[in-house]
Nanobody
């Protein structure tokens, strides 16, 4: 199971830190990641981190502003979001996969096996 938290309302330029706690068979998790879904849009990959420490970013728009990290046991993953913009407004979902390795493409929802509930991030202008 995945439990996400940390969403909220923030002004443009502000920061938020999302957390995702995994429970159960966490030893089987090879990677965890964050997706987001804005109203009327498809769910998009934001950033992911593998058990080895490798990080994959999705949209270029978050590079340099969003940072993903994890604890050593891969029980919890964090998403530090800085310099937030109104276009970052979305429901953010954490996800975990059992067989995710380095990819030459952007990970998709189909690559992940477990999902947490969304946590809403609203950035006001």
């Amino acid at each position: 199971q995945l439990q996400a938290s940390g969403g909220g309302l923030v002004q443009t330029g502000g920061s938020l830190r999302l957390s995702c706690a995994a429970s159960g068979r966490t030893f089987s998790i090879s990677a965890m990641g964050w997706f987001r879904q804005a109203p009327g849009k498809e769910r998009e990959f934001v950033v992911g981190i593998r058990r080895t420490g490798g990080i994959t970013y999705g949209a270029d728009s978050v590079k340099g502003r969003f940072t993903i990290s994890r604890d050593n046991a891969m029980n919890t993953v964090y998403l530090q979001m800085n310099s937030l913009k109104p276009e970052d407004t979305a429901a953010y979902y954490c996800a975990a996969g059992r067989t995710i390795g380095p990819m030459l493409r952007t990970p998709s929802v189909d690559d992940y096996d477990y999902w947490g509930q969304g946590t809403l991030v609203t950035v006001s202008s």
